[in-house]
Each structure stands twice: as structure tokens, then as C-alpha cells.
T-cell receptor, first 115, second 118 residues
Framework: NAGVTQTPKFQVLKTGQSMTLQCAQD?????MSWYRQDPGMGLRLIHYSVGAGITDQGEVPNGYNVSRSTTEDFPLRLLSAAPSQTSVYFC??????????????FGDGTRLSIL | AQTVTQSQPEMSVQEAETVTLSCTYDTSESNYYLFWYKQPPSRQMILVIR??????QNATENRFSVNFQKAAKSFSLKISDSQLGDTAMYFC???????????????FGKGTKLSVIP
């Protein structure tokens, strides 16, 4: 049982390049989300999905695109990378039972640098 | 919208001593969850402890305990017998309890960097 898997773990991009951060979970969770973590800012929600085919914006969605074609996968796309998107990105998933011991499962994060 | 405030960017504690990390929050909701997450240098997000707002009893997990003051909207974390492995960033987080599209979102504070000194 792998939990939440994020790839890659590290990436360096040039300004204007595009890329996709991958996130997959094997727990059949309906809810998935993407956060970014910047120094001194905590984690902020970018986009989230409550099931296949359903996505919505979080607090900082600009410059990012998501889709949810399957329950397992929730990729995050940067269409034209900007230095302001340099950050650590976390994917998380959750099932319906928020009284469970682990309300959200986090991936190990992707450190992204935009030059 | 909910906000979470951690007013201590950095703290340090001697090994084996006790330290308390502060967290306040603002919400108009009456039913919600509060969490403390630990993020060591490995970058993993590790759930330390959780508190349901409807429970008056403060949560405890081994050396970790909380002081939950609902009226004051305060949720502090106490770490007893601090160990070197407790060195990490600690984040306070809030989640509403009703069912709905946005109800699984976590709102985080900016974090407190805790250093345990040998």
C-alpha cells in the first residue's frame, strides 16, 4: 500500500517551460488536493477535486491547471512556468470519514525551482 | 473564510524540557477539527494530534497534548520531555466539519520552527 505518490521529487525548469506534477493514490479516496509551501507562508491550497471529473479552485489557483479523469490520479499542470512558482508542492488525499485517525494523507512533496 | 495564526516563527527548547507552541484561529463555524502537523527536514507532513471542536476534553498523544480553548479560539501544543527528533516545523491546521465540496480543505498557519538543543 503506497499511499500518495508524487513524481518527480525534484525539478528545475526555465521560465516559460511547461510541466506536469504527478500525483497518484491507491486508497480509493474521493477527495484530492494540491498545496504549495513557501517559506514563512505555510501550506496554501491550489486546487482540489471531490471526485473524478470534478475540480475546483483553492486559495492560489492562478498559473495552474488540474484535471481528474480517474479516482487515482490528480495531476497539476504548469502551462508557462514563472519564478514565482518556485515552491514545494504537496498532493493530499482524503476519504469521507474525517473521524478517521488520518484525515488527510500527504505525498512526500515535489521541490520545484523555476530559473 | 477561516484563518490560522501562529505567532512564534521560531522556538528552541532544551532536551528533556517542556515547550508550548501557540495557535489561534478565527472562524464562524461551530463544528470543526483542529490539527498539529510536524514537518521534519525530510519534508514529510506527519499528523501529531487532532482535536474535535465538540469535545471538551483536550487530546493527548504520548508526550504531545493540546490546550483547546474554544471560546478564546486557541489551540496550543505542549511537548513534554522534548527529544532531538522533535526538531521540526510545526503547523497548526483547521478543517470544517460539515459535508460539502470544500469541507476537506485544510487551512494552515505559517508554522513554528522548533529546535531541540542537546
Amino acid at each position: 500500500n503506497a499511499g500518495v505518490t508524487q513524481t518527480p521529487k525534484f525539478q528545475v525548469l526555465k521560465t516559460g517551460q511547461s510541466m506536469t506534477l504527478q500525483c497518484a493514490q491507491d486508497m480509493n479516496h474521493e477527495y484530492m488536493s494540491w498545496y504549495r509551501q513557501d517559506p514563512g507562508m505555510g501550506l496554501r491550497l491550489i486546487h482540489y477535486s471531490v471526485g473524478a471529473g470534478i475540480t475546483d479552485q483553492g486559495e492560489v489557483p492562478n498559473g495552474y491547471n488540474v484535471s481528474r479523469s480517474t479516482t487515482e490520479d490528480f495531476p497539476l499542470r504548469l502551462l508557462s512556468a514563472a519564478p514565482s512558482q518556485t515552491s514545494v508542492y504537496f498532493c493530499a488525499s482524503s476519504d469521507r470519514d474525517r473521524d478517521s485517525n488520518q484525515p488527510q494523507h500527504f505525498g512526500d512533496g515535489t521541490r520545484l525551482s523555476i530559473l | 473564510a477561516q484563518t490560522v495564526t501562529q505567532s512564534q516563527p521560531e522556538m528552541s527548547v532544551q532536551e528533556a524540557e517542556t515547550v508550548t507552541l501557540s495557535c489561534t484561529y478565527d472562524t464562524s463555524e461551530s463544528n470543526y477539527y483542529l490539527f498539529w502537523y510536524k514537518q521534519p527536514p525530510s519534508r514529510q507532513m506527519i499528523l501529531v494530534i487532532r482535536q474535535e471542536a465538540y469535545k471538551q476534553q483536550n487530546a493527548t498523544e504520548n508526550r504531545f497534548s493540546v490546550n483547546f480553548q474554544k471560546a478564546a479560539k486557541s489551540f496550543s501544543l505542549k511537548i513534554s520531555d522534548s527529544q532531538l527528533g522533535d526538531t521540526a516545523m510545526y503547523f497548526c491546521a483547521f478543517m470544517i466539519a460539515y459535508s460539502g465540496a470544500g469541507s476537506y480543505q485544510l487551512t494552515f498557519g505559517k508554522g513554528t520552527k522548533l529546535s531541540v538543543i542537546p
